[in-house]
């Protein structure tokens, strides 16, 4: 069992930017593949990157692609979000989730069992 817990969110100005974090406490932090997801209101819960256990590989939406960054640091329990170049339609509640299932889970949000509560981020224009 693993709880997750993210901050950094708040308000931005579009082309500003803002980092997300995801505390992880529980099993060792490293034995889980994690993932940022974001609900905009009215909307589907949609992926915005992945990240394998060890950090080796990652992967973005296209619509975040050269603008968001995931990272994690294993021997602080933490994931991260590097959001740059933000636009009103990154406003949303953002989501990060953990897996211990899969050595790297992609985009794929059934994969994901464990979830954070989120975290609001909204950009204005």
């Known amino acids: 069992q693993v709880q997750l817990i993210e901050s950094g969110g708040g308000l931005a100005q579009a082309g500003g930017s803002l980092r997300l974090s995801c505390a992880a406490s529980g099993r060792t932090f490293g034995s889980y593949a994690m993932a940022w997801f974001r609900q905009a209101p009215g909307k589907e819960r949609d992926f915005v990157a992945a990240i394998s256990k060890s950090g080796g590989s990652t992967d973005h939406a296209d619509s975040v692609k050269g603008r968001f960054s995931i990272s994690r640091d294993n021997a602080k329990n933490t994931a991260y979000l590097q959001m740059n170049s933000l636009k009103p339609e990154d406003t949303a509640v953002y989501y990060c989730?953990?897996?211990?299932?899969?050595?790297?889970?992609?985009?794929?949000?059934?994969?994901?069992?464990?979830w954070g509560q989120g975290t609001q981020v909204t950009v204005s224009s």
């Open positions: 989730a953990a897996t211990a299932s899969y050595y790297y889970a992609g985009y794929g949000r059934d994969k994901y069992d464990y």
